[in-house]
Antibody, heavy 120, light 108 residues
């Protein structure tokens, strides 16, 4: 069964950077689409970014476009989210998510999440 | 981007009753690429329905999805105690993909 473990969260000052990692196992990481989804108590779930397994194309929410970059290292079975120019509103639990399909699609497996807090 | 509006915000029902949750999109969702998730406190969401009406693996047939274009519905035919949770709809037809803000299903 797929297993996803996020790391790299923590406290960062506004304007700072952070890189999240997601170690994947239990499935063919190289062919499935992957995403990052975040959650805050006030705003519920927010799709952040996705990476297609079929053609490695990427997609971003308008709120993070130009600041966040999603990538993967197939040799390490690891998904990344590079977050730059962080803002207070980026504070959330970030979930790594495996997609049901090879391209973009619904999430069928989730990690437990890593907390990112942006505050001075 | 497509905005998904879920209603009601909170639904109070008793076990055994039927629940009907609505998700309305601000634009037509291409190819009916809409999913529903259930989330319980302290847990990650669980996929229930995708492509509007296809049940995910292991999901009982008490859960059903329907709809098209801009109006979608999740129906739980006979509520069980474990069904009381927050439910989210999610579209993945065209980027950026978005989630609704959720419907909390609580015990009456």
């Amino acid at each position: 069964e797929p297993h996803l473990v996020e790391s790299g969260g923590g406290l960062v000052q506004p304007g700072g950077s952070l890189r999240l990692s997601c170690a994947a196992s239990g499935f063919m990481f190289s062919i499935y689409g992957m995403s990052w989804v975040r959650q805050t108590p006030g705003k519920g779930l927010e799709w952040v970014s996705g990476l297609s397994g079929s053609d490695s194309s990427t997609s971003y929410a308008d709120s993070v476009k130009g600041r966040f970059t999603i990538s993967r290292d197939i040799s390490k079975n690891t998904l990344y989210l590079q977050m730059n120019s962080l803002r207070a509103e980026d504070t959330a639990i970030y979930f790594c998510a495996k997609l049901l399909s090879y391209g973009f699609g619904p999430v069928d497996y989730w990690g437990r999440g890593t907390l990112v807090t942006v505050s001075s | 981007e497509i905005v998904l509006t879920q209603s009601p915000g909170t639904l109070s029902l008793s076990p055994g009753e039927r629940a009907t949750l609505s998700c309305r999109a601000s634009q037509s969702v291409s190819s009916s690429y809409l999913a529903w998730y259930q989330q319980k406190p302290g847990q990650a969401p669980r996929l229930l329905i995708y492509d509007t009406s296809t049940r995910a693996t292991g999901i009982p047939d008490r859960f059903s999805g329907s709809g098209s274009a801009t109006d979608f519905t999740l129906t739980i035919s006979r509520l069980e105690p474990g069904d009381f949770a927050v439910y989210y709809c999610h579209h993945y037809g065209s980027s950026p993909f978005t989630f609704g803000r959720g419907t909390k299903l609580e015990i009456k």
